[in-house]
């Protein structure tokens, strides 16, 4: 069943009420496709560089070139804490909230195999590595008081145009908030005010100014297994190639409240809850090369295929209302009011955008490098398609190669030694992927980061710090102020490694 419920979309953008079956896809198109870059605290620290880079577990994910470099074999994993905060401006007024996880978001092993050097093959290194490629977990909130609207007025616009019959559970607009604002009496056809009214136009008897508020609670991630092999050939040209199989874990708790303390308004509250969750499996292919012309200059590339996405996700909502013993027709009056949706099941694939990525590393004899990435994708690349049979997304995708762009995400880092100890610092830029800027708003993702090392014959430990910065608009239905979100997170990444 092809329906992303109306509101539903999980505290992202929404624009507008007429595209937002389409848009709520489209920006779910978005946030699957805009992965990060991960890895261990080493590669993090340095602001995720790791195209022209090598000898660690993380490139059996980004380019399996690097793996490659190994000369022996290597175990790391890599625990950490995050701490996701926001801060929310809606109608004047501003909300914090925060919440923070621990989390494993990378680990791996490499078996390094050495040869005799034979037409200048080397060695080669075979990895298998976990990382967490996007992190959902965040909180935030609003509240204001709304002069120009109230969600009810959406409710109205959303249902006008069709009879009664629209909510009816065989149909489209059942298992909605609009059909949940019906069954709890928010909204009516004009037809039973008296002879004369339509029934295809609606009204509601609450007309109060609302006190609004909400909280939006994400939670999961994307993780993908990579199962990669790297070649070395002459300590000159290293190739690598790896199959990833990405996971998708994504839930979202959304409380709206609109309160109305006049106190001759018929109700005094209504309270809409609404969960969705998105699970599915992914399959990907990534090679790449590092070319490394003189010891003090390395280049390499990667080239990361769609990921080819099966998505299962399950929404269902329920609304309450407080009314005032209010008399909605002829002997019948209102006080507690409540109903609920079914769990609404949908069930298609996804294909994300080609990643295309290139960087170079700059060695400072043996005092340590500094080392930078660039990365190309086209956002408006992203496809929906079914095998059910007469569900269209081509609409859907539509929409999604006029609203996105292709953008450049930039990462740059290096890495002082001083003996055994080691010195990191980088920033990366993942550039606003919209065609036109929404609400006013840029969504660039900036990060900056730092980290300090250990090395040991048998033992390493790296230690990173990341603050990452992003904004982005809300919008709670569609003639709604939009929310401006700053939502800030600041990991703590600890890796510990046995090279054997």
Not at 255 to 265: H, L
Not at 311 to 333: C, E, H, L, R, V
Request: with cysteine; charged share 15%.
């Amino acid at each position: 069943m092809k329906c992303k419920i109306v509101f539903a979309i999980m505290g992202l953008v929404l624009l507008g009420v007429n595209e937002i079956f389409a848009q709520s896809y489209a920006e779910e198109a978005l946030f699957i496709s805009r992965i990060q870059p991960g890895g261990s605290a080493r590669i993090q620290a340095m602001g995720g560089v790791q195209t022209a880079l090598g000898g660690d577990v993380s490139s059996a994910y980004y380019n399996p070139a690097g793996l490659g470099m190994y000369n022996r074999s290597d175990f790391s994993i890599t625990p950490g804490y995050t701490i996701a905060g926001s801060s929310s401006s809606y109608l004047g007024n501003t909300t914090s909230a925060s919440q923070s996880n621990l989390i494993i978001p990378n680990f791996g092993i490499a078996f390094h195999t050495n040869k005799d050097g034979n037409k200048g093959f080397w060695g080669g290194t075979f990895a298998v590595n976990f990382n967490r490629i996007n992190d959902f977990n965040n909180t935030f909130s609003y509240t204001g008081r709304n002069t120009n609207n109230s969600i009810i007025d959406s409710f109205i616009n959303n249902a006008r145009g069709a009879d009664t019959l629209q909510f009816e559970s065989n149909s489209y607009n059942y298992d909605t908030p609009t059909g949940l604002a019906y069954r709890n009496f928010l909204i009516g056809p004009k037809s039973i005010l008296g002879p004369g009214g339509s029934n295809t136009d609606y009204f509601t008897d609450v007309s109060g100014i609302p006190i609004q508020s909400e909280t939006v609670k994400t939670s999961g991630a994307q993780n993908q297994w990579s199962f990669s092999y790297g070649v070395n050939f002459s300590d000159k040209f290293f190739v690598g190639a790896g199959i990833g199989l990405t996971t998708l874990n994504y839930k979202s708790s959304k409380t709206y409240t609109e309160e109305f303390p006049d106190a001759n308004q018929p109700m005094s509250k209504m309270v809409l809850n609404e969960s969705l969750s998105l699970t599915g499996n992914g399959i990907n292919a990534t090679i790449g090369g590092i070319y490394r012309p003189i010891d003090k200059v390395q280049f390499g590339f990667s080239v990361a295929t769609p990921t080819s996405y099966s998505i299962n996700d399950n929404y269902n909502a329920a609304m309450s209302t407080t009314w005032k013993n209010f008399q909605y027709y002829p002997g019948y009056f209102l006080n507690d009011v409540n109903s609920d949706t079914r769990v609404v099941n949908s069930q298609y694939n996804l294909s994300t955008p080609w990643r295309l990525s290139g960087g170079a590393t700059f060695f400072l004899q043996k005092k340590g490098f500094v080392s930078a990435d660039v990365e190309w994708i086209n956002y408006a690349h992203s496809s929906y398609s079914s095998n059910t049979q007469g569900v269209d997304y081509s609409d859907d995708n539509t929409i999604i190669k006029g609203l996105y762009k292709s953008s450049l995400n930039i990462r740059v880092g290096g890495e002082y030694r001083l003996k055994d100890y080691r010195v990191r610092a980088g920033y990366r830029l993942m550039s606003d992927p919209y065609n036109t800027q929404q609400n006013n708003t840029n969504q660039t993702i900036s990060s900056y980061s730092a980290g300090v090392g250990y090395r040991a014959t048998k033992f390493y430990i790296d230690i990173a710090g990341v603050l990452g910065q992003t904004n982005y608009p809300y919008k709670p239905y569609d003639i709604a102020t939009p929310v401006t979100v700053s939502k800030t997170s600041t990991s703590i990444l600890v890796t510990v490694g046995f090279p054997f």
